[in-house]
């Protein structure tokens, strides 16, 4: 793998968005934000984990939005509609969070991510992969699988002018196996719109943000909502964007706020230049799991 994975430099950011109850403000606020985004020069921006509603299990099935057919009416999903005008509007690339989902074909709930392109077409779709079931006692107790369902693909997302992006949603993070699956198959960023809490960001965010860094010789970007004391669930915040090296590049606080990069391909070289992990992997000792039996397409979504 080469330097050529990131075409030329670009200015990356995310948003950490405060969210609240009202799904219209939500798409309104993040609009707003996006713009201030572009306005100061990214060109590819993050929104965090379920940016348009509060998180959590008893949320999901009145906020989730049908996608398919694709594209869905406004009435279908006034997100996809949002999120589409963000991107063509400021004439970025924007991994649009995520938000609750509803298909008709399958009658289950998803925690879907849509990533769309400068002129405002969707260029890609994920369903958290892994469903963020834990139980610390006294600690945290939390059963996505209660509601949803697991998508099941790793997605990479072609952005023509910039190279591939690896799109996943936060407790996919901590499944080492699909970030360096996408580092393998040519991305330069993994991209993680997540939303931890007290418990477990403190615990392990940003050593999961620098282990996936550090593992694959990538960028990583993890955007989390603002921390909101008065919610259900209090997101950890600490959104950041991590090097090659594993450096935290950028990394927010816990209240409101976006924190941008520029990124470029000769750190992701250099790092597997200086650390050539690329030509010392033993495949004839441990399987190469990139190599076989990887699914990156779900028909329809
Ligand atoms: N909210 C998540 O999906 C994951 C999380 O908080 C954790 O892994 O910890």
Not at 124 to 139: A, E, N, Q, S, Y
Not at 196 to 224: E, P
């Amino acid at each position: 793998m080469s330097s050529s994975v990131l075409k030329k430099p670009v200015k990356l950011s995310c948003i950490q968005l405060a969210s609240g109850a009202d799904k219209a403000a939500n798409l309104k606020h993040a609009a707003s934000q996006v713009a201030k985004a572009a306005q100061a020069g990214s060109n590819i921006v993050v929104l965090p984990e379920c940016f348009n509603s509060p998180y959590g299990c008893q949320y999901f099935p009145d906020y989730a939005e049908t996608l398919l057919p694709s594209p869905p009416t406004r009435e279908q999903s006034p997100s996809y509609h949002a999120l589409s005008a963000m991107a063509s509007e400021n004439k970025i690339y924007l991994v649009g969070g995520s938000i609750p989902e509803f298909s008709p074909d399958t009658k289950k709930h998803y925690n879907t991510s849509l990533i769309f392109g400068p002129d405002g077409k969707l260029l890609g779709t994920h369903r958290k992969v892994h469903l963020f079931d834990i139980d610390i006692p006294g600690k945290i107790t939390f059963k996505e699988s209660e509601v949803l369902s697991p998508g099941n693909k790793v997605t990479l997302v072609d952005l023509p002018e910039y190279g591939t992006i690896a799109v996943a949603i936060c407790y996919d993070v901590r499944f080492p196996e699909l970030a360096m699956i996408a580092a393998r198959k040519g991305a330069f960023a993994l991209i993680y719109p997540g939303a931890f809490n007290l418990t477990t960001g403190a615990l392990h965010w940003k050593l999961l943000a620098q282990g996936r860094a550090v593992d694959n010789q990538i960028y990583v970007a993890m955007c989390s909502p603002a921390r909101d004391m008065s919610a259900s669930y209090n997101a950890w915040g600490h959104s950041m964007i991590v090097d090659p090296m594993a450096k935290v590049l950028v990394e927010a606080e816990e209240k409101e706020a976006i924190i941008e990069a520029e990124i470029e391909g000769g750190a992701i070289a250099e790092a597997r230049k200086n650390i050539p992990l690329n030509t010392q992997r033993r495949f004839d000792v441990y399987t190469d799991v990139s190599a076989s039996g990887v699914k990156f397409e779900e028909p329809g979504l």
